[in-house]
């Protein structure tokens, strides 16, 4: 009886959602990216990761929203698991011709986030060091590249081409 419920009530969330979503694409021009960017966060509160990324997907077609919605779909897809095409999209929010700084700063720290993530330390460390070399404090990074250049290096014994905090080759 209590699976019966419970399986009642993701059909019934399930039908008011698809309401919603039927709602919005009639009420919502496709040009009204702010509007889809909004839809966007609020389907990613929810954890509705797909129907976000269609929404940034559609604000990121903006020039203005470009890297932000680029962002936004490289973090739904690592909540999905995807890292490898979340790296794909943080890495086209680099190329948006419209970006501010601390976007910059952000997508250069997801990608590494990313690789720490996919356990690829070399390539988590350099981007990294990209952000601490211009914001040491950026969401700790500093630490975070000390960290992870420690352990590089007790990897890689020869040290041939890490690069030191100093972003000089060592």
Same mark, same amino acid.
């Given at each position: 009886? !209590?699976? %019966? $419920? ?17 709602? +919005?694409?009639?009420? +919502?021009? =496709? ?10 966060? @609020? ?52 190329? @948006? ?7 910059? $700063?952000?997508?250069?720290?997801? =990608?590494? !986030?990313?690789?720490?993530? $996919?356990?690829?330390? %070399?390539? !988590? $460390?350099?981007?990294?060091?990209? +952000?601490?070399?211009?914001? #040491? ?20 014994? %020869? ?5 030191? #905090? ?5």
């Amino acid at each position: 009886m !209590a699976g %019966s $419920l419970k399986n009642g009530h993701a059909n019934d969330v399930e039908t008011v959602l698809a309401r919603f979503r039927h709602g +919005v694409g009639r009420t +919502v021009s =496709i040009e009204d990216c702010d509007t889809h960017y909004d839809l966007g966060v @609020a389907y990613k509160e929810m954890g509705l990761f797909d129907d976000a990324i269609g929404e940034f997907k559609i604000a990121a077609a903006n020039p203005a929203r470009q890297c932000l919605g680029e962002t936004m779909i490289g973090l739904c897809l690592v909540e999905k698991g995807d890292v490898v095409t979340a790296i794909d999209h943080f890495k086209r929010g680099l190329q @948006a011709a419209e970006k501010t700084e601390r976007e910059e $700063l952000a997508l250069y720290f997801e =990608i590494g !986030a990313s690789y720490e993530h $996919l356990g690829d330390l %070399s390539e !988590a $460390l350099y981007f990294f060091q990209k +952000v601490d070399k211009r914001d #040491p404090g950026f969401r700790g990074v500093h630490n975070r590249a000390q960290r992870l250049q420690v352990h590089v290096r007790g990897v890689d014994r %020869s040290g041939a081409g890490l690069a030191n #905090p100093n972003g000089a080759e060592t």
